[in-house]
């Protein structure tokens, strides 16, 4: 339901801005057409807001698929301190190193699946968002081997497992592991409940 709310919004103000150029190359009055995009665009905003704040998290089990149409993804163990000192640079005092090991696989009938930007972060209660570490990755490549990256292409009921490290604040409360998918533009549709996955502390 609210994808179509999406599409419905976004496929109407394209053509509403036509008509604009339309009328204003023909010196017609652009009032109407304005009130009714500006409207279309207030409602659909004050709708977003809505949602954003009702909004949550809901943790699921390891091992639990996430999935975006056929393809999933899904944490399967979690590695912090102090299983990580054997395979890791040691940090700072105020930081951890986390290393997830991450399965996807293709849920599709009939055709391989390659995600459209896929993605995995890790956040706190208190709003930190942090991207997986360049450089906890390639120390980790260099005793466990290359990782494929989450975006490969799997081919059907196909499955690949990889590692990817992530540098944390010690001092992080309430850490989940965030799965997505998509392009920036999803950011547009209205915000949903999103299942995350517990980091043990």
């Known amino acids: 339901m609210t994808t179509i709310l999406f599409l419905l919004t976004f ?29 279309i665009a207030g409602v659909y905003l004050l709708l977003w807001t809505g ?9 699921i089990p390891l091992g639990t698929d996430v999935c ?10 979690i590695d912090n301190e102090p299983v990580v000192k054997a395979k890791l ?32 972060h890790l956040i706190d209660a208190q709003g930190g968002y942090w991207p997986y570490s360049a450089i906890g990755q390639q120390a ?10 989450i975006d ?15 540098a944390i604040p010690a001092t992080a409360k309430e850490v989940k592991v965030l799965i ?3 392009p920036a ?4 549709l209205l915000p949903d409940d999103r299942e995350v996955f517990s980091v043990p502390q």
Not at 51 to 59: K, Q, R, V
């Open 68 to 77: 975006f149409d056929d393809w999933c993804a899904t944490v399967t163990k």
């Open 89 to 120: 640079p040691a940090l700072p005092a105020d930081s951890t190193w986390v290393i997830l090991h991450i399965k996807m696989s293709n849920h599709a009938r009939g055709i391989a699946q390659k995600p459209s930007e896929p993605r995995v």
């Open 180 to 182: 997505e998918e998509g």
């Open 11 to 39: 496929l109407t103000l394209p053509v509403l801005l036509v008509r604009l150029i339309i009328k204003a190359i023909k010196r017609k009055p652009l009032k109407s057409t304005l009130k009714i995009m500006g409207l």
């Open 140 to 149: 980790l490549e260099k005793t466990e081997g290359p990782q494929p990256g």
């Open 152 to 166: 490969n292409k799997l081919e059907l009921h196909q499955s690949m497992e990889t590692q990817l490290v992530f």
């Open 185 to 188: 533009s999803t950011k547009l």
């Open 51 to 59: 949602f954003y704040f009702a909004s949550g998290y809901t943790t």
